[in-house]
């Protein structure tokens, strides 16, 4: 079960950006949305995916608005900008770089 220190440092922002390109919601949803399509492997502690989606909203990628949750309970609700489809582009460019440089070297042939 992979952890936020786990991850190659970045891609919690990049999950979180790909997340919120696909419909607007609120942190809580946003966590749940992350363990549901990696099967329960990522779990994101609300102590790393908040200080992200703040880091996220302060760089303008992301914006935010109150709403009503389904439980009918105050909820910040996130989506993405122009500027965090734009770098939602370009992070994703970077990691398949980086992850096909891994699996590289991951596939070396040993002696």
Known sequence: MSKPSDLVQGTLDLLIL??????????WAIGQRLKQVSSDALHVSDGSLYPALHKLEQGGWIQAEWKLSENNRRAKFYELTRLGRKQLATETEN?????????????????
């Open 18 to 27: 790909k997340i919120l390109a696909l419909e607007p919601m609120n942190g």
């Open 95 to 111: 990691w398949e770089r980086l992850s096909n440089a891994i699996s590289h070297v991951v596939r070396l042939k040993e002696i």
